[in-house]
């Protein structure tokens, strides 16, 4: 069996303890193509007796590509 890279998915939420560690996630999953999507939230986690955070984060799109005939198109009206 080939060893091919997972595909990456378009949405990940990441939920954790905010903490140091937390940060770290989601500045990993920046550096790895995703952008933050939406405002992070923080509950209490009455059982554990701690802060519970998440934030979402989507894969970038990348930039259309551009035909040929849309460039030829450019090139004509000037």
Do not use: H
Not at 6 to 28: E, I
Not at 42 to 63: C, D, E, H, M, Y
């Amino acid at each position: 069996m080939e060893n091919t890279p997972a595909k990456k998915k378009n949405y990940v939420l990441l939920t954790g303890r905010d903490d140091a560690a937390f940060c770290q996630r989601v500045s990993d999953r920046m550096d790895e193509g995703y952008e933050l999507y939406g405002s992070p939230s923080i509950t209490f986690n009455s059982w554990w007796g701690r802060p519970v955070v998440a934030q979402a984060l989507v894969l970038k799109k990348k930039p259309a590509k551009k035909t040929a005939s849309k460039s030829a198109a450019k090139s004509a009206k000037k």
